[in-house]
């Protein structure tokens, strides 16, 4: 079953979080503040000395296929919805510019900067719902209500 909506405007919000904050849950702190309903992430520069992610073979069943990244990363890519349960995957170059990636656990304490520039789909709200096929909770795109 796809999960589709009609067009929506577009609202832009940039953000930049500093030396120590925690990235996962500063972004979506901003979110809930800013109320937020169907945000995305439009772009996203800066560095990290901490990172824990879940590596693409981790399944609903197996989900210990988790990484701990202790050492400075640029990053090179975030991407990814802000919902309540937000899911996002990032990539990572180390000092010889290796990459590694994966979906977003946590612990993404930012070493110089974190500049954000958000994208709100103004016109939608996402949520998420188990889907059996998965395992996992997936994006569900409607329409905004018009009470919110």
């Known amino acids: 079953m796809a999960c589709a909506a009609g067009g929506s405007s577009l609202r832009v919000h940039v953000v ?8 996962l849950s500063s972004l979506l702190a901003f979110v809930e503040e ?15 000395t901490k990172a824990t992610l879940r590596l693409a073979n981790a399944t609903a069943e197996n989900t210990n296929e988790v990484i701990h990244l202790n050492e400075r990363f640029e990053i090179v ?3 990814g919805t802000l919902n309540e349960k937000a899911h996002l995957h990032i990539c990572l170059a180390d000092k010889a510019g290796r990459t590694i990636g994966g979906h977003v656990l946590g612990d993404l304490r930012v070493f110089t900067t974190a500049e954000v520039v958000i994208g709100e789909a103004a016109d939608l709200q996402f949520t998420r719902e188990m889907d059996q096929r998965t395992g996992f909770p997936e994006l569900v795109v409607e329409p905004r209500s018009q009470r919110d």
């Not at 930049?16 to 990235?23: A, V």
């Not at 937020?36 to 520069?45: E, G, M, S």
């Open 16 to 23: 930049r979080f500093g030396p120590g904050e925690e990235l």
């Open 77 to 79: 890519s975030l991407v």
């Open 34 to 48: 800013r109320g937020l309903r169907a945000a995305f992430i439009i772009t996203c520069v800066g560095s990290v």
